[in-house]
């Protein structure tokens, strides 16, 4: 069975880690495989988003406070904006093809810096995005395998998942960060208990309104 692999030694891994507090992500060939519809639009899994919550879960227990969490794509997305809206995301930003722009606006916004960001993302586009980030998980796939070579060689990930985006990549990735924040089981017994320390962290995210940001305006 092909895993998760993990670019560093465990205690490197750890050191940077630790210094996590917010996760950002890409949206085409990480919530889904890149396809379209007659649209613009792609959709995502409800796998997928069990994943990221329990991630945004593991920090809040980590942390105490809700992990500023948002997407960037290049593409103007209505399911895009319907997910971060649904899962009170802080912000979307879409139709950005230069995506280093929304990143700085993203910082600026939660008084962020660039090694305190968890960044999950796919593909070239985002590379100059995942080389400023704390942490950079890459979501294989099957017949991308040269590029991904490249990705490691120059040092720009982290981890790379062994499942594509239509494939419960994302789940993978989530669950991978989720373990080496170190509250892994913690994390999902309150979850299938539905706890009171759970349903607060609930009340928290829901509180959150996501800002839109359209820079193909």
Not at 89 to 95: D, L, R
Not at 101 to 113: C, I, P, Q, T, V
Request: aromatic share 12%.
């Amino acid at each position: 069975m092909h895993q998760t692999r993990y670019l560093h030694e465990p205690a490197e891994l750890q050191r940077r880690i630790s210094g996590i507090n917010a996760v950002l992500f890409d949206w085409d060939g990480v919530f889904n495989d890149g396809w379209k519809d007659l649209h613009g639009g792609s959709s995502f899994s409800e796998v997928g988003s069990m994943g990221v919550n329990m991630l945004r879960f593991a920090m809040w227990l980590r942390n105490g406070v809700n992990p500023p969490s948002a997407v960037i794509t290049g593409q103007v997305n209505p399911m895009a904006e319907k997910f971060v809206q649904r899962e009170r995301f802080h912000a979307i930003y879409m139709g950005f093809a230069n995506k280093p722009d929304a990143f700085m606006e993203y910082l600026r916004m939660n008084a962020l810096k660039p090694e305190e960001v968890a960044f999950f993302f796919d593909d070239a586009i985002d590379l100059p995005v995942a080389r400023q980030c704390g942490l950079r998980i890459m979501i294989g796939r099957k017949g991308g395998e040269r590029f991904t070579e490249y990705v490691v060689q120059r040092g720009d990930a982290d981890l790379v998942t062994a499942c594509s985006g239509g494939r419960n990549g994302l789940r993978e990735a989530c669950e991978a960060v989720t373990g080496l924040l170190g509250n892994f089981a913690d994390v999902f017994d309150h979850r299938a208990a539905y706890s009171e320390t759970y349903q607060r962290y609930l009340r928290e995210r829901n509180a959150t309104v996501p800002a839109v940001r359209n820079g193909a305006r």
